[in-house]
């Protein structure tokens, strides 16, 4: 891949979905961890290694603003936060099959 069509992907995601290459590897650790299980906030901040807890927060702020995920309370206790997908999700993988 050349650097210009790195960067023009980075453009493109910023423009229709507000996130960029970093949310981006975020949201593929999180796909990744729902074949196994559930995914919390919880677990997210202490699973993801790749950034520090704050800046992993910052980036699934991103996500959760661009509504690729939303975020459900657990139905026993309202302090468990579990990512889903969320209304445009599909709409992504969409546009990144397409690159």
Do not use: C
């Amino acid at each position: 891949m050349k650097l210009e069509d790195f960067i023009m992907i980075n453009t493109q995601l910023k423009a229709k979905f507000g996130i960029g290459l970093d949310e981006l590897h975020l949201l593929s650790f999180i796909v990744n961890e729902w074949k196994d299980k559930v995914v919390t906030i919880t677990l997210l901040l202490d699973k993801y290694s790749d950034a520090s807890p704050a800046t992993t927060h910052k980036r699934l702020d991103g996500l959760l603003s661009s509504k690729v995920l939303t975020k459900t309370l657990d139905a026993h206790d309202a302090r468990i936060k579990i990512l889903q997908q969320g209304k445009n999700f599909n709409e992504l993988v969409k546009f990144l099959k397409g690159i």
